[in-house]
C-alpha cells in the first residue's frame, strides 16, 4: 500500500532539520566525571543514550511533521457490483395520495399509492446494495432531488421525503428529461435505467418526445414505467380501447404508445394494488442485474492528529527518564 | 598563621648529598655525630678532631684526626596533577585536598630543614604553578593555599613526562600528589624517568568517584578531561561493575609502583597526616 502524503502548510518542513538538533547539542544536565574511561562497559547504558536521544529526535519530528499537516489524498477506487445505475422518477401529483384501484374491495381503507410506493421503492433500495440512485420528483414540474448516489441513506432520506402536500398536475415529460439529465456527465456503469413511477399519464409535445428519444438513446437509459392505475381507469395495455372518433387517445395509452416507439429499451407495468406493484419492481429488480463498475471515493486521511499523539508519547518518555534521572551525584 | 596545617615526620632510606645541614644521614664530611674513619692531620688538618689513642698506637708517629659524616638537608618536593579530573571530589576537589597536602608537606620538610619546592602540571608543566625550591616556606606556602581554589580546565595530564626537568639533579624526595586516572603505560614511562629520586606516589581517590554512587537512575556523565559523553544507566550490578573496575585498577596502580619498589599511598576522602607519617615507618626504612 503506498499511498502518497501530502501537506497542507509544507512550508513547516523546513524547521525538520530542528529535529535533528539532539544529536548535535549535547544534554545541558550533565554531571561531571574525573574519568569516564574507568567506567565499564554497559551496553543497557548505552543503549539508553541512544533511545533518549532518538526519542528527542522523534519527538521534534512528529511535532514538525503535525505542524506540516500530513493528509493522503481523496483517492476513488474502482469496485466492481452487482446492480445498476437507476433514476427514480417519482410522481408527486395529488392523485397519488389517493388509495389504490384495486385495494378497497374488502371495505377498508388501503394504503395510498405514494405510501405504498416509496414504503415498495426503500425495500427495493435496500435490496440492492451496490446500486447507484439518483431521484427526481415531478408534479407540475421536475424537482431535482438527488444526484446518482452510492450513499444509501441520502437515497432512503430523499425517498421518505416524497410523500407530503403535492399539486394537481402531472407534467410527464420533464420528469423524463431531468431523470435522464442525472446520467449526463456520470461515467457509464453499463446498466443504465430510469424507473417512471406515475399514476396515468401526460402529454408529451413533440419536442419533449424528440428530445427524450434522444437521450434515452445517447446516454442508454433503459425506461421502466411502472403506472400505478386509478379506479376505473383505463388499462394501458388494453388493446381492444377504441377511442371515440374525433377524439384523441387518453394520455397514458399515447404515452405508452410513444414509449413503444423507442430505441432504447422499454417495459411498461401496470399496478393497481401494492401487491401487484411489488411484482413489477420484483421484476425491475430481476433484470437489472449486470455487473457494474464505479468509482468509490475515499477521503484523505488526516494525519497531522496521529503525528502529535505520538510527540506526545515521546514527550511522555522523555518525561519518565527526566524522572529516573538523577539529580544529586551524592 | 599556619596553625590548622598538620605536620608528620619522613626521613629518607638513602644517604643524601646536601651540603647544606639538615637531619638526614648525609656522606658529607662534618661536624655530625656518626663516625666515618681515620685520616692523617695532613689530609683534614683540623686541630680539634685530632684522636690521640689512633696516633699513639701508629708506629711511623703520625697524628691522626677522626673524621665524621654531618647531618644534611635533602630537597623534598611536592609535584601536583592539575589535569581536569582533579577538580572532581564530593566535599571538597581533589585539588583542594592536593592543597591541603603541599602545604603539609611544605610545613613538615620546613621544620625539618629542607628545602621544598612545588611544581603543579597538566598537559604541561605550569609555569605559574611552580615553585623552585627553597629554605623559607613562604612563597611556597602562598602557593599552595592559593591552589585551594583553583578550577582545572579540561586538560590531561601528559606534563608529568617534563616534570624531571625542573627538578635537581640530586637526589630528592618527591611527592607525586595524583589520582593517577592516566593510561598505565604514559604512567610508567613517566615513572621511569622520576627513578633517580625517591618517589612517594599520594593517589587521591574520591569514594563518590565508585563507592558513593547514586543508588539508582539515569545520568549523563562528562569527562573533564576528554570531555567525553556517556549516558550511566546506574543500577545495583552496573555499580558493582564500577566498584569491580576501580578495585581492578587499584591492584594494577600498585603493581605497577612495586615494579619501581615504591609503595603508594592511598588518600581517600580527607588526608590524615599521621597515616604518612606510618607509611614512612611501614615502607621507609631508617
Known sequence: MNIPIFFDSPWALWLLPLAFLPLVLDRAFTQRYSWVAMLPKDRLSDLIGILLKVLAVLALLFIVLGLASPHSQQQSIERIGVGAQIALVLDRSASMDDPFSGGDTNGKVAETKSVAASRLITQFVKSRQNDMFGMITFSNSAMYVLPLT???????????????????????????????????????????????????????????????????????????????????????????????????????????????????????????????????????????????????????????????????????LLLGVKYLEVRTWD | MHNEIKEFSYHISWRSRGRHSGSHASTQ????????????????????????????????????????????????????????????????????????????????????????????????VREDWLCTQSFRSHQALELTSALKNFEPDQVGSAGLNDVIRFLPRERSLIFLISDFHMPMNELEDSLSLLMQHHVVPVVLWDSSEYKNLPEFGITSVTDCESGEKRTLFLRKDMRANIVASFEARRAEIEALFMKFDIAPFFVEGDFDADALTEYFHQFVAA
Open chain 2, 29 to 124: 664530611r662534618g661536624m655530625g655525630m656518626e663516625f666515618r674513619g681515620h685520616t692523617t692531620l695532613l689530609s683534614y688538618p683540623d686541630p680539634r678532631r685530632i684522636d690521640i689513642r689512633q696516633t699513639i698506637r701508629d708506629p711511623l708517629e703520625q697524628v691522626y684526626v677522626r673524621i665524621f659524616n654531618q647531618k644534611s638537608a635533602t630537597p623534598v618536593f611536592a609535584i601536583a596533577d592539575l589535569s581536569g579530573s582533579m577538580n572532581f571530589g564530593s566535599k571538597q576537589s581533589k585539588v583542594a585536598l592536593t592543597s591541603k597536602i603541599a602545604s603539609a608537606i611544605a610545613m613538615s620538610a620546613t621544620h625539618n630543614s629542607d628545602p621544598f619546592g612545588f611544581i603543579g602540571f597538566d598537559d604541561v
Open chain 1, 150 to 316: 452510492e450513499n444509501r441513506e441520502a437515497i432512503l432520506a430523499a425517498v421518505q421525503a416524497t410523500a407530503g402536500n403535492a399539486l394537481f398536475q402531472t407534467n410527464i415529460g420533464s420528469g423524463i428529461t431531468s431523470g435522464a439529465g442525472l446520467f449526463d456527465k456520470v461515467p457509464d456503469s453499463g446498466s443504465r435505467a430510469m424507473i417512471l413511477l406515475s399514476d396515468g399519464g401526460g402529454r408529451i409535445d413533440a419536442d419533449t418526445q424528440q428530445k427524450i428519444r434522444d437521450w434515452l438513446d445517447r446516454l442508454h437509459i433503459g425506461l421502466y414505467w411502472i403506472v400505478l392505475r386509478q379506479p376505473g381507469g383505463l388499462s394501458i395495455f388494453d388493446t381492444s380501447y377504441v377511442p371515440p372518433e374525433d377524439a384523441v387517445l387518453p394520455p397514458q395509452i399515447e404515452l405508452n404508445e410513444f414509449f413503444k416507439t423507442l430505441t432504447s429499451p422499454f417495459h411498461a407495468y401496470e399496478a393497481d394494488d401494492p401487491k401487484s406493484l411489488a411484482a413489477a419492481i420484483a421484476d425491475i429488480n430481476q433484470k437489472e442485474k449486470k455487473p457494474i463498475r464505479y468509482h468509490e471515493q475515499i477521503p484523505g486521511y488526516d494525519f497531522s492528529q496521529a503525528c502529535f499523539l505520538l510527540a506526545a508519547l515521546m514527550i511522555g
